[in-house]
């Protein structure tokens, strides 16, 4: 009569067995189908939106641009830049607007205006839904130049409406240093136990070993 | 035939904690940092992926804003070294800058050698034991560039803990010594993604436990795979979301398995344990045990190395440095048990004593000044790039004695290593607002590495010596600039486009105070085309003699002047040389114009970096000097 110990161990091994196959079915059909691959990374991504759902990023809809080509249209930005500037550049990127101005002399000056967490740093001002970065540029600072950027960028941010601005998956988390200095610390306990089980475990040899 | 050696209880240090044995370990520890000072140096080079992960560090410490996404890797949509990111911000934290986190990871190669060392020392006798330490110290520098600080620093120690941990369950098999050994192989696979198949090594180890070998191999695949997901879910679901995306999809590339010096010890380490089947005596049996946790180690990797080019992977060498102290351990128990299969009794007993001898013997090798045991090597004092301590003793000299701020210095500096300017923010903090630029002549800052024989005695007095050794020195050179680096006309052609865009420009500065040029093409895409610069000059006194110079160096784009003749400004015939002579002429040229064609002959698009390539600008006497010495070398 088999004992239930070798019942147990069949059992693990057919349950060894079974899940291998299944696994490298799985696999097998990941590699041939695309449609499958394409439901896996449908499961993957939800997974990762479920994971960082509290903080996903805030991403820019053509609408924002939209916005701002109106804005410009109506000629509300000249009013502004004064006779002293002109709008050299806007670019809308997924999370930021850069706007970049000329003076007279054809000196270029630029200011970012970044959703949170688009931009690392220290804004040099804030509206409603950007943060504002001043680009710095070489040459005499311009104390005038400075003062036009931020009143543009005041305005841009006003005239953004909040449909332009919604969660998107692009980017990624950002974590707290608490939670990395954790996680080394765990690694370099690991990595001692580790090394402390295996200097301990491994008796010498007394044997010679002939072949 | 097993024999038992009557001798082992009264041999000196036998392995069982004597004075003798520790003074052994010792010796090899210390001989083996000298050691691996001499190959890596005390300071690393300036290197991009030390810098890349600087500003995750600095991200993390400063902001408060840390990533669990690793750095991307030879493989496309896959990502790795999210433990390294980890390690150094916890050293950082603790203080350690980069030469002391370089320093650190020669302290863990040196006690790798000694955990080799032991490890085959318990498993196959002194003889083994220092035959595994040998391989594994010699040639350190073949496999990944010791010099640079990167997440392969890490390995070499990971990879012989790893091994232990496998040889501890061959010997202790149980749940802890496979959780162990799982977690230390998940530790490694977020520091390098060759790391990952560590997971199959932990699973064959298991299986070789003689009762519940089904039930320890699951919970130790399981440990493995749960906790190097825990290490870094975003970064695990990332890389296999582009797995699923994009399977296979580049090209076979090429195999790199043959082309590395650690071949013949792995294939010796295998072949031996394979031939070892043939055999019935029960020593067969019990070599194979004491090698089996290496072999567990070397062969799922190998397995996978020789298959990883059909699916378009590329099989570089430098993924088996992991393997290096498993390979050095089964060639050396595969050595010795020949060695000792060979020597009849009466001479085997004899060279007991001169057997533990030889970790001393290798110590004091290890130790001697040269290039003995590591000839063939690369030693640090090779490296011709300016290590971090070169640029820490540069910044303090342009912003301490000079009064240089972070913009002025990525403005003015000029120097054929470009990476320079990437680490040069995390050396010097960025201040509120900018130094105003000086009317008339203002100094400028060349960064070259030279020979010692290059090196003019004595030196000039706008030329510093930053370190020097017996054969180069760092060197920064101060000629009197008159480049306006403020603004200059930017024009940009590329390759079969008739299109000509120009504009004014200059360098910039993104929130992380990194610098860039706007409107110049991206490096690293293999843009080809033509670059021309319009640099304006500033007032100079009349009778300044001021000179260009432009190179040809190796992972340098040597452009040419292109100005057209005019009074104070005369061109050389190859148009790689002008001078600007104010003496008599009141308004001499106000612009130079520059020339860089990426993709020809003299500038590779390899050597293209996206912003302004290096060229010599400065008082004659100063560029005369530099230029004599580039010269030399480019013939």
Known sequence: MPSHKSNRNRAVRTGVLVGCALALGAATTAAADSATRARGVDLIQGLIAYLERPLLRQCLTPSAGEALAELVGRGELEAVLGGDFVLVRGNVRTDQIEVEIGDRGQRSYGVTLALPGAKSGRPNGEGRRFLFYLTASPGLPNQRAREVLLSVAELFDRAIPESAVELCMEGERRYPRALILASAALEISVVLAALAFGLLAIPSTGERLDL | ?635
């Open chain 2, 1 to 635: 035939m097993l024999t038992q050696d009557r001798s082992a209880s009264r041999r000196p240090g036998d392995l069982k904690r004597s004075p003798y044995y520790y003074t052994a370990c010792a010796a090899l520890f210390v001989a083996g940092l000298v050691a691996n000072l001499r190959l890596a140096g005390w300071s690393p080079i300036v290197w991009p992926d030390t810098f890349n992960d600087e500003f995750e560090v600095s991200q993390c410490l400063v902001h408060d804003s840390c990533t669990l996404r690793g750095v991307s890797t030879s493989v496309p949509g896959q990502a790795h070294a999210v433990a390294w990111l980890e390690l150094r911000i916890l050293l950082a934290w603790l203080g350690l800058g980069l030469d002391g986190v370089h320093f650190t990871m020669q302290v863990l190669n040196a006690l790798a050698a000694v955990l080799v060392f032991h490890l085959a020392t318990q498993l196959g006798g002194p003889l083994a034991g220092v035959t595994a330490a040998w391989i594994f110290v010699s040639r350190a520098d073949v496999l990944v560039r010791v010099t640079a600080l990167h997440n392969q620093s890490l390995v070499p120690f990971l990879g012989a803990v790893f091994v232990l941990a496998c040889t501890a369950v061959v010997e202790r098999p149980g749940i802890w010594s496979v959780a162990l050994a799982a977690l230390v192989g998940a530790v490694m696979a977020n520091v390098h993604l060759a790391c990952v198949v560590t997971g199959a090594s932990v699973v064959w180890v298991a299986l070789t436990a003689p009762r519940r070998r089904f039930l320890l191999a699951v919970f130790g695949a399981a440990s493995f795979g749960l906790a190097t997901f825990s290490i870094a879910p975003p970064n695990w679901l990332h890389n296999l979301m582009n797995l699923l995306q994009h399977p296979g999809g580049h090209p076979p590339g090429p195999g790199g398995m043959w082309e590395n010096p650690l071949r013949g010890w792995l294939l010796l380490g295998v072949s031996t344990w394979l031939i070892s089947f043939a055999g019935r005596a029960p020593a067969w049996a019990e070599y194979r045990r004491r090698s089996h946790g290496a072999i567990a180690v070397i062969v799922p990797f190998l397995a996978a190395f020789l298959v990883a080019p059909l699916f378009g992977l590329l099989a570089e060498p430098k993924y088996l440095l992991h393997l290096k102290p498993a390979g050095a351990i089964a060639a050396a128990l595969a050595l010795a048990s020949a060695v000792r299969g060979v020597l009849r009794d009466p001479l085997r007993r004899r060279l007991i004593r001169l057997e533990w001898m030889l970790p001393f013997v290798l110590a004091l090798v290890l130790a001697l000044p040269g290039r003995l045991p590591l000839r063939a090597s690369i030693l640090a004092e090779d490296e011709r790039v300016p290590t971090i301590a070169d640029l820490t003793a540069v910044t303090r000299i342009l912003h301490d004695e000079g009064g240089w701020d972070l913009a002025r210095i990525l403005e003015g500096l000029r120097t054929p290593y470009g990476v320079v300017f990437s680490g040069l923010p995390y050396l010097i903090a960025a201040e509120d607002g900018r130094k105003p630029a000086v009317a008339g002549l203002r100094s400028g800052a060349v960064l070259l590495m030279m020979e010692a024989h290059e090196l003019p005695e004595p030196s000039p007095a706008s030329w510093r010596v930053v370190r020097r050794s017996a054969s180069a020195a760092t060197v920064l050179v101060l000629p009197q600039s008159l480049i306006d680096w403020r603004e200059f006309g930017l024009c940009v052609q590329p390759a079969g486009d008739p299109a000509r865009r120009c504009e004014k420009t200059g360098l910039r500065f993104d929130g992380s105070e990194r610098v860039f040029v706007p409107s110049m093409p991206l490096p690293g895409q293999g843009w080809r085309g033509v670059i021309e610069m319009s640099l304006s000059l500033l007032p100079a006194a009349p009778g300044l003699r001021q000179e260009i110079f432009m190179p040809r160096m190796p992972s340098v784009c040597g452009g040419q002047i292109i100005s057209p003749p005019a009074p104070g400004l005369e061109a050389s015939p190859d148009r790689r040389r002008a001078a600007i002579s104010r003496a008599g002429v009141e308004n001499g040229p106000s612009t130079v114009e520059l020339r860089w064609q990426v993709g020809s002959p003299d500038c590779d698009t390899g050597a293209y970096d996206g912003l302004v390539p290096f060229f010599v600008e400065g008082d004659a006497a100063t560029v005369r000097s530099i230029e004599t010495i580039l010269r030399e070398r480019e013939g």
